[in-house]
């Protein structure tokens, strides 16, 4: 009750019976199509595969990046963009997670508002279904999830509140780990294999609350077996894994994971805690729903950049040359940098990994097509600098300064290439 007051377990029957039935169905579809994928992570300069096959679904021109790889979201059916799924299967998928996210958001605002976590005014009753009222109901009322999180739930002098819980993406998960050849041991208090390590999850907006719907495929024997009487943690049922971060001595918390069972994680609690997850044996599919900082990471984002950037090239009306505006060290730099970022953040990343996504929508190709013709422009203005720069008219003492900053820069880039090339 101290130490881990601001996780939430909530059990299955507390969830309506029709979404859990939307869900489970999504996570089998999108499995049956193979839409689980294991992630190249680089941790301390090495590659490593994820035990845990994933997929990002969520607003569209989001990403999530995590261990130096950034995932790009197979967009949920939103309201005003076109996006064509490859059935529509994927579809009923994406939506129901859709639909997951917004009665998680739902449950994590009154959840807050019961506990007070915010230091505002007394927030009034702002419930928006009675737990009477049928899902269906809700469902018919509310649009997209859009739609939802900016306008259900939240008085509107609460913005606090509204953005640590409007979800924008969840990261779905999946594992069998009978297929598994080698788990960690957990290291600290003898919970047993872990299917994710101890970790803090990383790139969220600080102090946002993350929720988490659990379904573990169970079957009759062990769901037998939990009532027996056991000590310490039965190692044939999920569990989720607390401790308090950098602190061995405060016990650690597994919370067994049945199925349908949610969490939320509220607050502060991902900073101030460490939370790994403990395997079962039967298969386990979750969908964590997560505020991701996407403060440099939507496409709105990178195309703004990419727009800063092309503000210094200019053509000429009758020759059609192309030329820079500018000069100016500061200039120079901040096209050079934004260079740097669209083909290492956005499109090395995209073909390394992003195009697998390509098995549940082509979404991301037009936008991905966009960001490579304003790079070509880019690696034309590198040209055109270095032209200049070789001009003798330039002035000795500004010249020097450009070069030095503009190679730092292309230093930076090729090394950057060299690692992608490695990979």
Request: glycine share 4%; with cysteine; charged share 25%.
């Amino acid at each position: 009750k101290t130490k881990y007051s601001k996780l939430i377990f909530r059990k299955s029957d507390t969830v309506p019976e029709e979404l859990h039935h939307m869900v489970q169905e999504g996570f089998l579809t999108l499995r049956e199509h193979n839409c689980f994928f294991q992630d190249l992570v680089r941790i301390k300069g090495k590659d490593f595969l994820t035990p845990v096959s994933r997929i990002l679904i969520g607003n569209p021109g989001c990403t999530y990046k995590y261990l130096n790889t950034r995932l790009f979201t197979v967009p949920w059916p939103t309201e005003g963009y076109d996006i064509k799924y490859c059935s529509p299967q994927i579809h009923d998928a994406c939506k129901a997670l859709m639909r997951l996210n917004d009665y998680l958001h739902i449950e994590a605002v009154k959840t807050l508002q019961g506990q007070n976590l915010f230091e505002t005014k007394e927030i009034k009753d702002t419930t928006v279904i009675d737990r009477e009222q049928s899902f269906t109901t809700f469902l018919t009322e509310q649009g997209s999830v859009s739609k939802d999180q900016s306008s259900v739930c939240v008085p509107e002098d609460d913005i606090s509140l509204k953005n640590r819980t409007s979800y924008n993406l969840t990261l779905l998960n999946y594992m069998d780990p009978l297929q598994m050849l080698y788990l960690k041991q957990e290291p600290y208090f003898g919970m047993g294999n872990m299917a994710v390590s101890w970790h803090h999850d990383e790139n969220l907006v600080e102090r946002s609350a993350v929720a988490v719907y659990s379904y573990s495929c169970e079957d009759s024997a062990i769901e037998g077996s939990n009532e027996q009487e056991l000590k310490g943690r039965d190692p044939a049922v999920w569990h989720v894994g607390l401790k308090v971060a950098w602190d061995i001595e405060t016990p650690g918390l597994a919370m067994p994971l049945h199925q349908g069972d949610i969490y939320l994680m509220l607050d502060d609690l991902n900073m101030t805690h460490q939370h790994c997850v403990l395997a079962g044996v039967t298969p386990r599919f979750s969908s964590t729903h997560r505020v991701a900082d996407c403060s440099r990471g939507t496409l709105e984002y990178i195309f703004g950049q990419c727009e800063l950037a092309l503000q210094n090239l200019q053509t000429d009306s009758d020759s059609m040359a192309l030329s820079l505006k500018s000069l100016e060290t500061a200039v120079v730099k901040q096209v050079e940098e934004i260079h740097n970022e669209v083909e290492f953040e956005w499109l090395r990343q995209f073909w390394f990994q992003g195009k697998r996504y390509l098995k549940c929508t082509d979404w991301w190709l037009k936008p991905m097509a966009k960001l490579e013709e304003f790079w070509r422009k880019m690696e034309i203005m590198t040209s055109l600098v270095l032209s200049e720069i070789r001009k003798e008219q330039q002035i000795e003492e500004q010249r020097n300064e450009t070069i030095s900053c503009f190679l730092l820069v292309l230093k930076e880039r090729q090394k950057l290439r060299k690692e992608w090339t490695a990979r």
